[in-house]
């Protein structure tokens, strides 16, 4: 089994490519250990010092290491516990467990405004910030504003405010005149 490894916008975060599906639809986001409980595999990358965060897309898994440690350290260790788990025959999930990445649900008179907004997150921006090792998934839309949560190494990466503003905001103002401005949720 080969492992491919690319870097992503955020220092802090680095994408691994195993090779095989990781999901086979969807995104499973762990931001802290405790989170990991419903993945074998998540449990087993928290079990390796200095991770501070996993998130599984189709295809890779991106980790976050915490301050003051070296991915020199850190790598070694990450690619042998994909490897273990992938040669296990574990799944990545527990059977059970929901863990594609939802979209707020909106009704009302903002119905039609809503469906265009996730129309182009999920034909414009998700694939987008996919290719960066993370996610972005819509919290709603009042006022003029769209809320979303950024994840994976879109969360805390230094230029996540530029995406949101300069990317994602301008293009769903062209789009849709409704919107006004667009704001991160935790």
Known sequence: MFIQTESTPNPATLK?????????????????????????????????EGVTGVFFGTDFVTITKADGIEWDHLKPALLGAIMEHFQSGQSVMEKGHDHASGHAEHTGEDGAIVGQIKELLDSRVRPAVA??????????????????????????????????????????????????EVRPVA
């Open 131 to 180: 290719q960066d090792g993370g996610d972005i998934t819509f919290h709603g839309f009042e006022r003029g504003v769209v809320y979303l949560h950024m994840q994976g190494a879109c969360a805390g990466c230094p230029s996540s405010t530029l995406t949101l503003k300069m990317g994602i905001e301008n293009l769903l103002r062209h789009y849709i005149p409704e919107v006004t």
């Open 16 to 48: 691994f490519l195993p090779g095989q599906t990781v999901l086979e639809m969807g995104t499973a986001d762990f931001p802290a250990p405790e989170a990991a409980s419903a993945s074998p595999l998540a449990t087993r990358l928290f079990a390796v």
